[in-house]
């Protein structure tokens, strides 16, 4: 008995170091045309390409990429010195050989050892040819007459050829059900979207059928996405669908982005990509030029960071991010603004909530700043000039002490039907409460001093107070 535990134990000992090596990657490159030079394995991933890996090429043309621990599943790429390169599908089998020529690197591409690597690779071998052939007709249609016969034969063969490609990515599906290739070729195909009718007696019924396309494909638009499956994250296609959605698909009101971003995470249960679809859509929002986008902030900052679900991010940037919530939740647009009780030029009190007007323009601006010098002076000509008989007024806020210069630029530019009014003493706490770290800054308010915009350009005004007048008619 001793002996056969004995032997199992030799057993388990030479078998331990061959199970550690199999786990690692070992992909066997020869590419004929190059050699004495350096090849680069990467990735793709937010798109962009990563470097993995990197091995010399002999005078053969011959190099080996192999680690210890094996490779992330996804889309790689081979890239070669004169920056052409080839993708290959990384999966599970991480041991495998392929050869190729330098020119013509997909179509003389040959893999060995890896069968659905060698199905990802057939299958581009076919998407280049199916390409090739509709460039032809679609080159030969632009010198037909569109309502030719001849024109109506080649939308058919390009119907045709759709229709061939359509098939054997079907079939590669339907044959490799739950690997990254399936998986990665069914993100790549668009939602099909039925045929809508309505009613004839129904007035704009164009318009009606194509509301209904719009909200199918909307509600549709990832069924074909495994959210759990963050291999996709390394491929050329999930970031660009994930942004499409985002920018092209859903209404860019900051409210709608904020549901369908809570949406698509919660679609998943894997750990990376929870963690990719928090960061690339809080960067979404925080980098935003559309109005009212922090409101996004701070609801993603709240749900998923501050709330200790982002287990990654380290604490200084959590500190400085609920430094930053903390300064732009109060001036959120829909929010009550802030009141403000300040003494004018003359000495006077003033309070913001006070203010009787339809709309109120509140800005914050000091003399000495470039950009005051042009936009406040600006403000005057396109908003106090031009609203004052519809009584739009403009609360205007000076962010220093000095009375001088205060003085001195209100004179020069006659900006007495402004409400001129500082802080001197910062009781108010306006640059927190108003988060103005820059001048000039301008908020727009209803009647009720509600935040209707913010951050809003001179130039921009008057179509958004037209807008909010319209509505306050209403």
Request: proline letters at 4%; a negative charge.
């Amino acid at each position: 008995m001793k002996h056969y535990i004995k032997r199992i134990l030799l057993l388990v000992s030479v078998l331990i170091p061959i199970a550690s090596f199999s786990q690692g990657y070992n992909i066997d490159v020869k590419i004929n045309g190059i050699k004495d030079t350096t090849l680069l394995l990467g990735y793709y991933f937010n798109k962009q390409m990563f470097v993995k890996d990197t091995t010399d090429i002999d005078s053969n043309g011959h190099g080996i990429f192999q680690g210890d621990e094996p490779l992330d599943g996804g889309i790689y790429v081979i890239y070669l010195p004169d920056k052409s390169y080839f993708d290959i599908l990384i999966g599970d089998d991480q041991e495998f050989s392929v050869t190729t020529t330098e020119g013509d690197l997909v179509n003389s591409q040959k893999i060995t050892g890896n069968k659905v690597a060698e199905e990802f690779l057939k299958y581009q071998k076919f998407l280049n040819a199916k390409q090739k052939e509709a460039q032809k007709i679609q080159s030969e249609l632009k010198d037909l007459e569109k309502d030719s016969p001849e024109y109506e034969k080649g939308l058919e063969k390009l119907k045709k050829i759709k229709e061939e490609v359509d098939k054997e990515m079907n079939r590669i599906i339907d044959e490799n059900t739950g690997s990254l290739l399936a998986r990665f070729l069914l993100m790549t195909k668009d939602i099909e979207i039925p045929d809508f009718d309505a009613p004839e007696n129904i007035a704009n019924k164009d318009s009606v059928i194509q509301l209904k396309k719009y909200l199918y494909y909307k509600v549709h638009y990832f069924d074909n996405i495994d959210f759990n499956d963050e291999r996709l994250l390394r491929t050329p296609v999930f970031t660009s669908k994930l942004e499409r959605y985002f920018t092209k698909i859903v209404v860019q009101q900051p409210d709608s982005l904020i549901k369908e971003a809570n949406m698509v995470i919660a679609k998943t249960d894997d750990p990376k990509m929870r963690r990719y679809l928090i960061q690339y859509l809080f960067n979404m929002a925080n980098e935003s030029k559309l109005m009212g986008m922090d409101a996004m902030v701070v609801d993603m900052a709240e749900k998923y960071y501050l709330s200790g679900q982002a287990d990654w991010a380290d604490s200084t940037f959590l500190s400085k991010l609920q430094e930053r919530v903390t300064k732009i939740k109060p001036n959120l647009i829909g929010n009550q603004a802030p009141d403000l009780l300040m003494q004018s030029v003359d000495g006077q009190y003033y309070r913001l909530s006070e203010v009787n007007a339809p709309i109120t323009i509140l800005l914050f601006w000091e003399p000495n700043c470039g950009h005051c010098k042009k936009e406040v002076p600006k403000l005057k000509e396109v908003v106090s000039d031009k609203y004052k008989d519809k009584g739009v007024k403009v609360f205007a806020v000076y962010t220093q002490v000095e009375k001088e210069p205060w003085e001195k630029f209100i004179e020069e530019h006659d900006l007495y039907d402004f409400i001129n009014v500082n802080d001197p003493y910062y009781r108010t706490n306006f640059r927190n409460l108003y988060d103005v770290y820059s001048t000039p800054t301008i908020y727009v308010l209803d009647k009720n001093k509600k935040i209707v915009g913010k951050r809003i350009g001179a130039e921009q005004l008057p179509g958004f107070i037209d807008f909010e007048l319209k509505q306050q008619e209403k």
